[in-house]
Structure formats: structure tokens, C-alpha cells
Nanobody, 111 residues
Framework: QVQLVESGGGWVQPGGSLTLSCAAS????????MKWYRQAPGKERELVAS???GGTANSVPRFFISRDNARNSAYLLMNSLKSEDTAKYYC?????????WGQGTQVTVSS
């Protein structure tokens, strides 16, 4: 059974940083592209970062994605956080037509 478990969310003041983690199990982690999405209330889910099986990373400004294949985990470092970054953040693992989602972790940026 495939599981993606996100952690590391919480409350942070504007300008702060957070690192989210995604622990994967039940799949061959090295075969999956890993992505982070977020969804704010009333808005559509949007892609914020992705990292290929070979480690090529792409992300929106201020965010950095990484993966540790030995730990079957992906990470999202978020810097200089703003109130508009407040959302639920989801980890995604995909390869071809197969796509798995985690349950998400809430990030709230406010003073």
C-alpha cells in the first residue's frame, strides 16, 4: 500500500522559513517524480515544486525542493514566507499515469 505522509507544517511569521517533509512508502521511490502542490481556501491546487528521478529540481521563487532516495523522502524548503503562502501543502509522487497524493500539511503565515 502506497503512503505519502507530509509533515513540518505549522504557523510561522512573515519572513520566516519552514521545511516540509514527505515520507514515502510502498513504492519504488527512485522511479517517481516528486512534486509539491498547495491549495489555499477557495483556490485551485497549484504546483510549487518538482524534482525528477535524476534530481533535476524546479520550483517557484523562494522555495527549494530536494529528495533523499536513501530515506524515501522529499523536502520543501520555504524561505521568506508571506501571508499569501498560507495553504495546505501536498506531496505528490508520479510516474507516467500513476499518481499518488499525501493528505497534506497546513502552513499558516501570519503575524
Amino acid at each position: 500500500q502506497v503512503q505519502l505522509v507530509e509533515s513540518g507544517g505549522g504557523w510561522v511569521q512573515p519572513g520566516g522559513s519552514l521545511t516540509l517533509s514527505c515520507a514515502a512508502s510502498g513504492l519504488t521511490f527512485t522511479s517517481y517524480v516528486m512534486k509539491w502542490y498547495r491549495q489555499a481556501p477557495g483556490k485551485e491546487r497549484e504546483l510549487v515544486a518538482s524534482i525528477s528521478t535524476g534530481g533535476t529540481a524546479n520550483s517557484v521563487p523562494r522555495f527549494f525542493i530536494s529528495r533523499d532516495n536513501a530515506r524515501n523522502s522529499a523536502y520543501l524548503l520555504m524561505n521568506s514566507l508571506k501571508s499569501e503562502d498560507t495553504a495546505k501543502y501536498y506531496c505528490d509522487a508520479e510516474t507516467g499515469i500513476i499518481k499518488y497524493w499525501g493528505q497534506g500539511t497546513q502552513v499558516t503565515v501570519s503575524s
